[in-house]
């Protein structure tokens, strides 16, 4: 129990660095509003780092003292974790873990409250299973992405464009025309009218089939401002960037130029030619894009990303160029969830050839059709 008085506007300023949540690592419980009723109270409590009496939890007898008033030493909690430090678990609670906890939770609110409204961004969530904590698609594991690009959440719950639980399945005739339409009426919805506003930004975060999250890109398209995610699995899964070794992307040009096009992206696999050949036939230009191991961990940094439009806008052109004008191109992906995004993104619907988007289907042994951007 405290014995000091702490003054009315120290406990202000607490409140103001604690953002009013507790201050516990892992925690950030807001301790204005019941969680379950929803009524809102001060629920905090004030709790020393260093007691105020060298008897007390991590008590010293100079420092006690000293430091009892000192907002340094004072830390915002509920009532959990006043009672876990000074009760159930003082031990394990040393004083330099929680001064790192205090530290932590006001730097982060710091970054974040110093934020201008050019760092906000609508944050899109497209797949399955979206806010369910057994998901990589909820908003507790893509938030602290944005953190690390130095923006925030336009709202605080994001904009859900979920794939339904269908009876079709992806070997079933109508499964990619009703899939299709699904996304294109929640866009139509969810995002359209957001876009209709100036200057807005959404960082996009995807788990689909590769030929939806295509379409998801080509309904974006290049005009607004878009970041788009991919989830990294090692060393821990996580969705926020990070650097990697310098490595080239590499493009096959094929050795004759004949009527039908082919495109094949093998970057998180290897697709090699004869599977192709077994869907168009061997009357057939194919064209690769690759690179030296094509892996599903190889998207690591936002500059591979950025390059990888780079190469494909420039493949697309010398396609069209060698080709002609009046063609399509039948394209079969193996690339990450953020390639196949900025594939859409980077299609241009009055210069680039229409796009026949094909899935790997191992029930029905191999590629197939599943739709055209046009």
Request: proline content about 6%.
């Amino acid at each position: 129990m405290s014995v000091s008085y702490i003054p009315q506007d120290v406990r202000y300023r607490l409140w103001g660095k604690a953002a009013g949540r507790c201050q516990y690592r892992g925690c950030n419980t807001p301790l204005w509003i019941d969680k379950l009723t929803k009524a809102e109270f001060n629920s905090a409590y004030i709790a020393h780092i260093i007691a105020d009496k060298p008897s007390g939890p991590r008590g010293d007898v100079k420092l006690s003292i000293l430091l009892g008033k000192d907002i340094s030493n004072i830390m915002l909690l509920c009532d959990a974790h006043h009672r876990l430090i000074d009760i159930k678990e003082v031990e394990g609670h040393p004083v330099e873990l929680l001064q790192e906890m205090k530290k932590e939770h006001e730097n982060r609110i710091e970054l974040i409250t110093e934020m201008d409204t050019d760092r906000e961004s609508h944050v899109v969530l497209f797949g399955t299973n979206i806010g369910d904590h057994s998901s990589p698609l909820n908003k507790n594991s893509v938030y602290p992405a944005l953190k690390v690009e130095k923006r925030y959440p336009a709202q605080v719950e994001p904009i859900a464009l979920n794939l339904d639980n269908s009876l079709f399945k992806d070997n079933d005739e109508f499964f990619w025309t009703v899939e299709t339409k699904n996304l294109q009426q929640q866009f139509k919805e969810k995002v359209e009218p957001i876009l209709s506003k100036n200057e807005m930004h959404f960082s996009l975060f995807g788990i689909a089939p590769q030929p939806l999250l295509i379409k998801l890109g080509k309904l974006f398209s290049d005009i607004p401002v878009v970041e788009t995610f991919q989830r990294q699995r090692e060393p821990e899964p996580t969705w926020e960037w990070s650097e990697c070794e310098e490595f080239t992307y590499i493009v096959k040009v094929p050795e004759k130029i004949k009527n039908k096009i082919a495109l094949i992206i093998s970057l998180s696999g290897a697709v090699t030619d004869d599977r192709i050949v077994s869907v168009l036939g061997e009357d057939i230009s194919i064209w690769t894009l690759t690179i030296d191991n094509p892996n599903n961990d190889f998207l690591k940094s936002k500059h591979q990303l950025s390059e990888f439009r780079q190469i494909f806008r420039k493949l697309l052109n010398d396609i069209k160029f060698r080709h002609g004008q009046n063609n399509e191109i039948h394209v079969f992906p193996a690339a990450p969830v953020a390639v196949n995004i900025e594939i859409g993104r980077a299609w241009m619907p009055k210069a680039d050839l229409p796009m026949r988007i094909y899935d790997q289907n191992y029930k029905m042994g191999g590629f197939q059709y599943a739709l055209t951007i046009r």
